[in-house]
């Protein structure tokens, strides 16, 4: 085992100048090692099941037959309280709606009216546990009716909240709304890129404020691309930034928080700046950040001979530690190890667990995963057997090489995790029902736990606070414990950049995932990873060529 210098005393807060200094230096990593800290058994409760309509026989359950996810709908996030919600691409109107439920039930909330065009789409669904949804909607042949929506679970019948802030403002992805009813976004603006922080204000509407941007919306950001980033429930912004080298025509990565007040401080920087860096670039998928300024992204790391291994890492506030990676032990299974580290995001809460998906070396089966840096569980894994509304049901897929996931993890406060995943009966593959999402039921809940502060200590009132301390309630309130999310919406395009000089392998693409609730369809599942952000994406991408020179 090889410890990780420790970073807090490097660590750097850059004011809005943005001036360029030495970036962190990065070596070796905490590696996964002995059991020290607690990860949770589960037991796992159906929310509710997808189906085509003409599976009349197998049905869907707590929605209408028909009404389908789809490739676009990889991100169900969870609050402390076990709600969930999630975009339904496909209803039997034909427009995309927002599924909103907890405890087993629930029902579509929202369906996009008619008239808004055959290209309007409605995004990635947050909520926190106020009982706030909000959802991107864009492509309406009304441009005063694209924007984020904000709705509330309690009246669903009410008109949303339209929020199409800053000025020139052309889509929103990566949306959250967090506990403190903030949201974070990535903003597509007229020449690029911009983290948006979006604040409520006394007149019931948001104050927008820009975190960074791309430098060709404000030369005086020196980023020259933004990735998706995550965001927690004190208005902290965690993501990836190209920058171009100084004096070189060379560029790289780094990792950064955003805060509220415009500043920035970078947890890691990649091989192109650092030659001390192990870290050949962050993935395109974006990270996940806790109420402890806890961080945890995938990365490619370059090993013994130019070996390049994909890793899902955990910044702890000192040190960054190798949650798994391909190849690596899985601790307390002798003989068995991580296969591969799948491209999508991971997700974090202030428990500092992580959860990701990888598969297990010995069969290829994917799995779901949760890690702290020190212990590693398997939550979910294909073939195995799950409860539903039809019997006992089999995590499978008709055709093998279709996944059996569909999407990303999302992890809250308890470390209860939502997941989607194609069924089928245990006897049989070839019998379609769907896709479902299920809650994995932590054993660490309690209806007591401790709020949204950094105290261990639960609280014990009834209204919802806003800051560091503990309360006193039953309520979850808006400091910093209940789990962010990591993001839905893709980020940068199809060709996925490296973090450094050389020719860095093509970043692995992303596996297929139908999310249609048809077992037999191996639709192209993130898709949205590779077409989002192609608004402006050519141009940008053309700029940066001609500012860098060719790599080798």
């Given at each position: 085992m090889?410890r990780?210098?420790?970073?807090?005393?490097?660590?750097?807060?850059?004011?809005?100048?943005?001036d360029?200094?030495?970036?962190?230096?990065l070596?070796?990593?905490?590696?996964?090692?002995?059991?020290?800290?607690?990860?949770?058994?589960?037991?796992?409760?159906?929310?509710?099941?997808?189906?085509l309509?003409?599976?009349?026989?197998?049905?869907?359950?707590?929605?209408?037959?028909?009404?389908?996810?789809?490739?676009g709908?990889?991100?169900?996030?969870?609050?402390?309280?076990?709600?969930?919600?999630?975009?339904?691409?496909i209803?039997?109107?034909?427009?995309?709606?927002?599924?909103?439920?907890?405890?087993?039930?629930?029902g579509?909330?929202?369906?996009?009216?008619?008239?808004m065009?055959p290209?309007?789409?409605?995004?990635?669904?947050?909520?926190?546990?106020?009982?706030?949804?909000?959802?991107?909607v864009?492509g309406?042949?009304?441009?005063?009716?694209?924007?984020?929506?904000v709705?509330?679970a309690?009246?669903?019948?009410?008109?949303?909240?339209?929020?199409?802030?800053?000025?020139?403002?052309?889509?929103?992805?990566?949306?959250?709304?967090?506990e403190?009813?903030?949201m974070?976004?990535?903003?597509?603006?007229?020449?690029?890129?911009?983290?948006?922080?979006?604040?409520p204000?006394?007149?019931?509407?948001?104050?927008?404020?820009?975190?960074?941007?791309?430098?060709?919306?404000?030369?005086?950001?020196?980023?020259?691309?933004?990735?998706?980033?995550?965001?927690?429930?004190l208005?902290?912004?965690?993501?990836?930034?190209?920058?171009?080298?100084?004096?070189?025509?060379?560029?790289?990565?780094?990792?950064?928080?955003?805060?509220?007040?415009?500043?920035?401080?970078?947890?890691?920087?990649?091989?192109?700046?650092?030659?001390?860096?192990?870290?050949?670039?962050?993935?395109?998928?974006?990270?996940?950040?806790?109420?402890?300024?806890?961080?945890?992204?995938?990365?490619?790391?370059?090993?013994?001979?130019?070996?390049?291994?994909?890793?899902?890492?955990?910044?702890?506030?000192?040190?960054?530690?190798?949650?798994?990676?391909?190849?690596?032990?899985?601790p307390?299974?002798?003989?068995e190890?991580?296969?591969?580290?799948?491209?999508?995001p991971?997700?974090?809460?202030?428990?500092?667990?992580?959860?990701?998906?990888?598969?297990?070396?010995?069969?290829?089966?994917?799995?779901?995963?949760?890690?702290?840096?020190?212990n590693?569980?398997?939550?979910?894994?294909?073939?195995?057997?799950?409860?539903?509304?039809?019997?006992?049901?089999?995590?499978?897929?008709?055709?093998?090489?279709?996944?059996?996931?569909?999407?990303?993890?999302?992890?809250?406060?308890?470390?209860?995790?939502?997941?989607?995943v194609?069924?089928?009966?245990?006897?049989?593959?070839?019998?379609?029902?769907?896709?479902?999402?299920y809650i994995?039921?932590?054993?660490?809940?309690?209806?007591?736990?401790?709020?949204?502060?950094?105290?261990?200590?639960?609280?014990?009132?009834?209204e919802?606070?806003?800051?560091?301390e503990?309360?006193?309630?039953?309520?979850?309130?808006?400091g910093?414990?209940?789990?962010?999310?990591?993001?839905?919406?893709?980020?940068?395009?199809?060709?996925?950049?490296?973090?450094?000089?050389?020719?860095?392998?093509p970043?692995?693409?992303?596996?297929?995932?139908?999310?249609?609730?048809?077992?037999?369809?191996?639709?192209a599942?993130?898709?949205p990873?590779?077409?989002?952000?192609?608004?402006?994406?050519?141009?940008?991408?053309?700029?940066?060529?001609r500012?860098?020179?060719?790599?080798?």
């Amino acid at each position: 085992m090889t410890r990780g210098a420790s970073l807090k005393s490097s660590r750097r807060t850059v004011a809005p100048t943005h001036d360029r200094k030495r970036g962190v230096m990065l070596g070796a990593f905490l590696l996964a090692g002995a059991a020290s800290a607690e990860l949770p058994d589960y037991t796992f409760q159906l929310q509710a099941r997808t189906n085509l309509a003409v599976n009349i026989e197998e049905g869907s359950y707590n929605v209408e037959l028909g009404s389908l996810t789809s490739a676009g709908s990889y991100f169900v996030p969870i609050t402390a309280d076990r709600q969930v919600a999630f975009q339904l691409a496909i209803t039997r109107e034909g427009r995309p709606g927002v599924w909103y439920g907890q405890n087993g039930e629930g029902g579509r909330i929202y369906l996009l009216p008619d008239g808004m065009g055959p290209d309007a789409r409605l995004g990635e669904v947050s909520l926190n546990s106020h009982r706030q949804l909000v959802f991107a909607v864009t492509g309406t042949n009304d441009a005063s009716k694209n924007g984020i929506y904000v709705l509330n679970a309690d009246e669903p019948d009410a008109p949303p909240r339209i929020v199409r802030s800053p000025l020139g403002a052309s889509s929103w992805s990566s949306l959250v709304m967090n506990e403190a009813g903030q949201m974070a976004a990535r903003v597509t603006l007229s020449t690029g890129y911009a983290y948006v922080l979006y604040t409520p204000n006394t007149t019931g509407g948001f104050d927008a404020k820009v975190l960074a941007a791309e430098k060709y919306v404000d030369p005086g950001y020196p980023y020259t691309f933004l990735y998706s980033p995550g965001a927690n429930d004190l208005g902290q912004i965690a993501a990836a930034v190209d920058l171009q080298a100084p004096n070189s025509s060379a560029w790289y990565q780094e990792l950064r928080i955003f805060n509220p007040d415009g500043t920035s401080q970078v947890i890691a920087d990649t091989r192109g700046h650092n030659p001390d860096s192990n870290i050949f670039r962050f993935a395109a998928v974006q990270p996940a950040i806790n109420n402890l300024g806890q961080v945890a992204i995938q990365a490619t790391l370059l090993e013994a001979a130019g070996r390049q291994s994909t890793a899902i890492l955990l910044w702890d506030g000192d040190e960054l530690k190798v949650v798994a990676k391909n190849g690596m032990d899985v601790p307390g299974e002798p003989g068995e190890a991580i296969g591969t580290v799948e491209v999508f995001p991971p997700d974090i809460n202030d428990r500092g667990h992580v959860v990701f998906r990888a598969t297990r070396k010995s069969d290829g089966f994917r799995a779901v995963w949760v890690g702290d840096g020190e212990n590693l569980k398997r939550v979910v894994t294909e073939h195995d057997i799950l409860p539903s509304d039809k019997g006992d049901a089999r995590v499978d897929q008709e055709t093998p090489t279709n996944p059996v996931f569909s999407g990303m993890p999302s992890i809250n406060r308890h470390s209860d995790i939502s997941f989607g995943v194609g069924l089928a009966p245990p006897e049989t593959d070839q019998v379609e029902w769907g896709t479902a999402l299920y809650i994995a039921q932590s054993s660490l809940w309690t209806p007591d736990a401790p709020d949204a502060g950094t105290d261990p200590e639960p609280d014990a009132g009834t209204e919802p606070d806003a800051g560091t301390e503990p309360d006193a309630g039953t309520e979850p309130d808006a400091g910093t414990e209940p789990e962010p999310d990591a993001g839905t919406e893709p980020d940068a395009g199809t060709t996925p950049p490296d973090a450094g000089p050389g020719t860095p392998e093509p970043q692995p693409n992303p596996e297929s995932d139908s999310g249609c609730g048809c077992q037999s369809t191996s639709a192209a599942g993130l898709w949205p990873f590779a077409l989002a952000g192609l608004v402006g994406l050519t141009r940008r991408r053309s700029l940066k060529r001609r500012e860098q020179a060719p790599r080798d």
